[in-house]
């Protein structure tokens, strides 16, 4: 519903898992290094590690809170389209000058425009009163399940290119990301990398400064997908072979400030892939197909992200290989991008 002048707004949407992410990391450094036990610890008695504890409390008491803000506080209509679905037409042209009210303008939508439809049935045909109950609704939906949105997906050769290309990078992405994580401790590890200070107070603080990266990399990537030459595609293929190319150079580092950096950059730009990943799919379907599109690359990205653990399962982790394969699949979205 944005108009085009705001489409970028879609990609910097994605600062509010940025700031997700930042809060989380500030509780847990605040919390769970003077209540956790010592790496080096032969035992560990529950009052000496209850951080972990109060952590998951903290985190599920917060969002007590801010669902009771959004049901008690915030008055969120419900969808027009829904409301006359369930035959409560009146209720839905209420919503709609509610919300032209909240923006400042008016609608001359009413009642009878909504109910003049039933009125107009064709006689000879007889009407047929809709069945609004909750069951038939469920009923009418499963109804609507066939393959004919997934073909339209693939009805002309430069969608079908368009929509394999878009579910191969979701893909790629899925596999690369769990790959990356899964490997770079232990591979570091066994070429003998410095980390330094490697306690939980460190630990968590490093993760602080990582989470705040992510919040201009959600207004960058906003900022970049209306630049002249650049946009969407072009936004996106940099940032994703940036992603691959800081995730090679985090495999030289020998110290835990060099780890730090590169994987700063690594996650500054891997916020502005995913950010213009998210805004840009949906605008590649056709509108009547897009829930589909967006559940075929949803899928793609689960499937793949299930292999990682699954190849770390027969790699051989003493090599380099696993961290060179999620690095080149990095690069290899970038270009297909």
């Not at 070429?191 to 490697?198: I, P, T, V």
């Not at 400030?257 to 056709?286: Q, R």
């Not at 793609?300 to 990682?308: E, K, Q, T, Y």
Request: glycine share 10%; charged share 15%; with cysteine.
């Amino acid at each position: 519903f944005l108009p085009g002048t705001h489409q970028y707004l879609l990609t910097v949407l994605s600062i509010w898992w940025a700031f997700g992410q930042l809060l989380a990391s500030l509780v847990a450094w605040a919390i769970l290094p003077n209540r956790s036990c010592s790496q080096t610890a032969t035992t560990c008695a529950k009052k000496d590690n209850m951080g972990w504890r109060y952590f998951v409390i903290t985190m599920g008491g917060l969002m007590l809170v801010l669902w009771g803000i959004r049901f008690f506080v915030f008055n969120l209509h419900e969808s027009p389209k829904y409301l006359m679905g369930r035959g409560r037409d009146a209720e839905a042209v209420e919503v709609v000058h509610k919300v032209a009210a909240y923006n400042g303008k008016t609608s001359n939508l009413t009642l009878e425009d909504l109910t003049k439809f039933d009125q107009e049935a064709d006689p000879t045909e007889g009407h047929k009163v809709l069945d609004t109950s909750a069951k038939a609704a469920v009923q009418r939906n499963v109804e609507k399940f066939s393959s004919n949105h997934i073909k339209s997906l693939f009805r002309t050769r430069k969608l079908a290119i368009s929509t394999s290309l878009i579910i191969l990078i979701w893909a790629i992405i899925g596999l690369a990301f769990p790959l990356y994580n899964a490997f770079v401790p232990y591979y570091l590890a066994t070429r003998g990398a410095d980390f330094g200070d490697g306690s939980v107070y460190i630990t968590y603080r490093n993760q602080v400064i990582l989470s705040v990266l992510g919040i201009p990399g959600a207004l960058v990537g906003g900022w970049a997908v209306d630049l002249p030459y650049v946009g969407r595609k072009g936004a996106l293929s940099i940032s994703t072979i940036l992603t691959g190319v800081f995730l090679f150079a985090g495999t030289t580092a020998r110290t835990s400030d060099g780890l730090l950096g590169w994987n700063c950059g690594y996650t500054f730009t891997s916020n502005i892939m995913y950010g213009v990943l998210y805004a840009m799919t949906p605008e590649l379907f056709p509108t009547k197909d897009r829930g589909t599109g967006n559940g075929l690359a949803s899928t793609a990205n689960r499937i793949f992200g299930i292999m990682a653990p699954i190849i770390a399962l027969y790699a051989d982790l003493t090599t380099s290989v696993p961290i060179w394969v999620a690095g080149s699949l990095f690069l290899l979205g970038g270009v297909i991008s």
